[in-house]
Nanobody
Framework: QVQLVEFGGGLVQAGGSLRLSCAASGRAFGLYVMAWFRQAPGKEREFVATVSRNGDTDYADSVKGRFTISRDNAKNTVYLQMNSLKPEDTAVYYC???????????????WGQGTQVTVSS
């Protein structure tokens, strides 16, 4: 069992930056593939970024070059650095954990409660 808690959401102007953190409790954090998803009002939850056990990363095309995902296994924490934010990045951001290929909601074993990110124009 893994519990995930996100921190760092808020309101920011377009072009600004935010850093989200996700703290994991429970055993064997290092065994999980970690990811961030987001869900805007009226839209389906979508993949944002993932980081493998050894630090390999992958991103949705919409955030490539602007967002960076990273993990610190010693601190049981995964991060999402978001730069050059756009109004269309406004959504609730969810931390997620799975065992393989965490790029779809079906592959997620554990979800955080979500944190709101609002980007004003």
């Amino acid at each position: 069992q893994v519990q995930l808690v996100e921190f760092g959401g808020g309101l920011v102007q377009a072009g600004g930056s935010l850093r989200l953190s996700c703290a994991a409790s429970g055993r064997a954090f290092g065994l999980y593939v970690m990811a961030w998803f987001r869900q805007a009002p009226g839209k389906e939850r979508e993949f944002v970024a993932t980081v493998s056990r050894n630090g390999d990363t992958d991103y949705a095309d919409s955030v490539k070059g602007r967002f960076t995902i990273s993990r610190d296994n010693a601190k049981n924490t995964v991060y999402l650095q978001m730069n050059s934010l756009k109004p269309e990045d406004t959504a609730v951001y969810y931390c997620a954990a799975g065992l393989v290929g965490v790029r779809t909601t079906q592959s997620v074993l554990y979800w955080g409660q979500g944190t709101q990110v609002t980007v004003s124009s």
